[in-house]
């Protein structure tokens, strides 16, 4: 995929990528499938002056990121980042990463990690070509719209980023992509893993039908909506969805609470079902969407969600598969992810670095990125040769 004709411009600058520290290893990975994609390019081979620094071991920046006993902070960098393409990636939701504050340690929290960000951006002083900042869980993002009195904390860190100079942001499947309507005028891509959900469950279960009398998407909710309808359009089966019924009556946890999960669509019965959201947080909601379906009568119960939170644990998860509620749990490596998740029997894990590599690898080109947003022929190709295999 990296090395179709798609580099047909010099770059837009020298590659530069500061992997921040909760993306080291998503960080680690892209930059390696990027240095070994352009050790092959024919481009480069003639070493013109437009191409000088364009075969490297590795294109990751050296910088630090020291704290004082307070806590406070700073971004030093070590390398030069005059005239170049940068790009910023940083999982604000990876609590695994710790600092001391006064003698006690403490876990990063987004806005620790957010502020790392702007702290990279900031030791720049505006010496870039260009900088893309990738975060994929998007920070804030559940906080896209105002209700009540209460603050706009994504649209906020959106034009904060670009009034300090960033030019482009990507993110994953952003919880609500019209938070872009904030920064009109700058780059703004909701980058949707759906060809890799596909790609990785047809390679973990070898005896699913995708057709419409054998298996069918779900919505567990109607945010949910756009994502499952494209997932049925492209695989050419049905969907339903799940819509929560709330008590306005009462606010817990800063929302009302859902009263019970009401289904509308066709019967469920002996088919497989797809759920498809961008994120399992606590997961009760993805659970009992599950038990409906199960008391419906579904044959197999798998759940796709771009980010796995876990807050509460995977303790529910564990008994949801004994008790054969679910059968397998899909999220992405865009996201910290525990060794615990990663050795559970129901976890498939979806690696989106190879897809993240190209994404840096075209944009540092000015080349299209359209059929990785629409990935329908990929996606129609992958089916074709799984049916070939059955």
């Avoid at 004709?5 to 080291?24: C, D, M, N, R, Y």
């Avoid at 971004?75 to 005239?83: F, I, K, M, P, S």
């Avoid at 904060?160 to 992509?177: K, Y």
Wanted: with cysteine; aromatic share 10%; proline share 4%.
């Amino acid at each position: 995929m990296a090395n179709r004709k798609h580099v047909e411009s010099i770059p837009v600058g020298p590659l530069a990528i500061v992997a921040l520290s909760g993306s080291k290893a998503l960080g680690n990975t892209v930059d390696a499938y990027i240095a070994d994609w352009r050790k092959t390019r024919i481009e480069t081979n003639d070493s013109p002056i437009t191409f000088k620094g364009y075969k490297k071991d590795s294109y990751l920046l050296n910088f630090s990121n020291p704290r004082f006993g307070t806590g406070e902070s700073k971004c030093t960098l070590e390398d030069t980042v005059r005239g170049t393409d940068l790009y910023i990636i940083d999982d604000v939701t990876n609590y695994s990463v710790e600092y001391t504050v006064c003698g006690h340690t403490n876990h990063k929290s987004p806005d620790d990690h957010f502020n790392d960000i702007k702290r990279v951006i900031a030791a720049c002083a505006g010496k870039p070509n260009r900088i893309t900042v990738i975060m994929p869980f998007l920070y804030e993002s559940r906080q896209h719209r105002r209700l009540a009195r209460e603050s706009m904390d994504c649209a906020v860190m959106l034009q904060e980023l670009v009034a300090m100079g960033v030019d482009n942001i990507l993110t994953f499947d952003a919880h609500d992509p019209r938070v872009n309507n904030a920064i009109p005028l700058s780059g703004f891509e909701s980058i949707m893993p759906t060809y890799q959900f596909i790609k990785y469950l047809l390679r973990n279960v070898d005896d699913i039908t995708i057709d419409a009398d054998h298996l069918m998407v779900i919505s567990p909710d109607e945010g949910a909506m756009g994502r499952v309808v494209y997932y049925a359009n492209v695989l050419g089966i049905n969907m339903g969805m799940f819509y929560k019924r709330r008590d306005y009556t009462q606010v817990i946890d800063g929302r009302n609470p859902i009263v019970a999960h009401e289904y509308l669509g066709e019967s469920v019965e002996g088919k497989d079902v797809l759920i498809v959201d961008d994120m399992i947080s606590s997961g009760e909601s993805m659970l009992d969407v599950a038990r409906q379906l199960k008391k419906r009568k579904a044959k197999r119960v798998f759940v796709a969600a771009t980010f796995g939170i876990f807050t509460n644990g995977l303790e529910s998860f564990d008994k949801a598969f004994e008790e054969g509620t679910i059968y397998r749990v899909m999220t992405t490596n865009c996201i910290y992810q525990t060794p615990e998740l990663l050795g559970r029997e129901w976890y498939i894990d979806v690696d989106v670095a190879k897809f993240t590599a190209t994404f840096i690898d075209r944009l540092n080109h000015d080349s299209s990125i359209s059929d990785l947003l629409n990935p329908v022929e990929r996606i129609n190709m992958r089916v074709e040769e799984y049916n070939a295999k059955k």
